[in-house]
Nanobody
Framework: QVQLVESGGGLVQAGGSLRLSCAASGRTFSSYAMGWFRQAPGKEREFVAA????????FYADSVKGRFTISRDNAKNTVYLQMDSLKPEDTAVYYCAARYASGRYNLPGGYADWGQGTQVTVSS
């Protein structure tokens, strides 16, 4: 099991940027793959971005491709989500999550451990 703590959410105007952080502890960082999801009020949790199982590639939802970037610092056991050109429709609670197998990188069911979430609100 891994413990995940997100930070960096907040209120930003449309067109602005935020960087979310997810600090991991409890297991060797290289033994799992990380992803970001989000959930808006009244909607299902949806995939945002994730690393491949090998860590050599990144995947993005079409809605954020070209605007969001997932990255990580292995020395700090931390994964980041840089969000640029934010839109009001990006407003949601953002969660980081850890999975322990390849595949299903874009499905919530593929992840075993989740952070508590951080609120991102984009005003128009």
């Amino acid at each position: 099991q891994v413990q995940l703590v997100e930070s960096g959410g907040g209120l930003v105007q449309a067109g602005g940027s935020l960087r979310l952080s997810c600090a991991a502890s409890g297991r060797t960082f290289s033994s799992y793959a990380m992803g970001w999801f989000r959930q808006a009020p009244g909607k299902e949790r949806e995939f945002v971005a994730a690393f491949s199982w090998s860590g050599g590639s990144a995947f993005y939802a079409d809605s954020v491709k070209g605007r969001f970037t997932i990255s990580r610092d292995n020395a700090k056991n931390t994964v980041y989500l840089q969000m640029d050109s934010l839109k009001p429709e990006d407003t949601a609670v953002y969660y980081c999550a850890a999975r322990y197998a390849s595949g299903r990188y874009n499905l919530p069911g593929g992840y075993a451990d989740w952070g508590q979430g951080t609120q991102v609100t984009v005003s128009s």
